[in-house]
Structure formats: structure tokens, C-alpha cells
């Protein structure tokens, strides 16, 4: 397994291995782990797993986030943490109906572009006068990856 680059098949042997580990925590363990970001891929996941360690009996601690699931202040302080990523959860779920809903009133999303139709079809004409690309660039206030990307459209 490399363990520096992680590779699918490193990251699917990983997830085995975990999932094994926190089937075989029993009630009355106390599952530690150094930070909260080695535990779960997203916040949902987390709290996710947490519920099911408490349903389980299984205490929770993170050394660097000093959260430790057996007081009853972290517990509180934990289901405000998972209060607050329902309401992140619900602002990306409305935002997303809104953008659909602003394309389909024919709002164009995303970043302006930077030349005009009439910037790229000079630009073109002058490079294949046999202008340089840096040359053109410069002169139109842009970086040369622009002009390549609108003169491969």
C-alpha cells in the first residue's frame, strides 16, 4: 500500500479496516482519535457515527478538538455542533434551488468572461498574422492561458 499518495485501492483498504475497528467497540469503550477530520469525510458523516457510537454505549474523544462525549457539557456542546451543520446542510439545499431556479429565468451563472466577442476575433486575427500569444495577451490586460482558452472555443 502507498502511503503517501493515497490510491482508491489504499483508501478502500483503510475504510475496511475502520469499519471493522468501530464494529468491534463495545459499550462502555471509548473510542479516541487525534482530530475529528481522520474520523469521517464530512461533518454529516461524523455526527452520523457519533449517534451511533452513543446509541451503542461507546464514549467519544478528540484529543485536538478536546471533545470528550462522556461529560455532560461536550455532549451539549456536540448536539450544537450537529444543530449548526443541519442548518449548513438546509442553506446549501435552498441556494441550490435558487441558482436552478435563476437558470431556468435564463440567468447566466458563474464568472463574466474577460474579452468580448469582438476582443476574441481581433486576438485571433492578429495571432495568425503571426502575432506572438504573449504579445496579445498583454496587450488585452489578460494572462495567456485566457487567450488560449477563448481561441480554442
Known amino acids: 500500500m502507498n502511503g503517501y499518495l493515497p490510491t482508491r485501492q489504499a483508501v478502500r483498504m483503510q475504510t ?58 461536550d455532549r451539549a456542546m456536540w448536539q450544537m455542533v450537529g444543530i449548526l451543520a443541519e442548518l449548513e446542510r438546509s442553506l446549501i439545499q435552498e441556494r441550490t434551488k435558487a441558482g436552478s431556479a435563476a437558470v431556468g429565468r435564463g440567468v447566466k451563472m458563474g464568472r463574466k468572461t474577460k474579452l468580448t466577442p469582438q476582443q476574441v476575433t481581433d486576438a485571433r486575427k492578429l495571432i495568425d498574422q503571426g502575432e506572438h500569444h504573449d504579445s496579445v495577451a498583454k496587450s488585452l490586460g489578460v494572462s495567456r492561458r485566457t487567450l488560449y482558452r477563448v481561441s480554442e472555443k
Request: no cysteine; proline share 2%.
Open 16 to 73: 475496511v479496516r475502520t469499519n471493522k475497528f468501530l464494529k468491534a467497540l463495545a459499550a462502555g469503550d471509548t473510542l479516541i482519535v487525534w482530530k475529528l477530520d481522520r474520523l469521517g469525510r464530512s461533518l454529516h458523516d461524523l455526527i452520523g457515527l457519533l449517534d451511533e457510537l452513543k446509541a451503542r454505549e461507546v464514549a467519544f474523544q478528540s484529543l485536538t478538538e478536546a471533545i470528550d462525549t462522556s461529560t455532560p457539557t
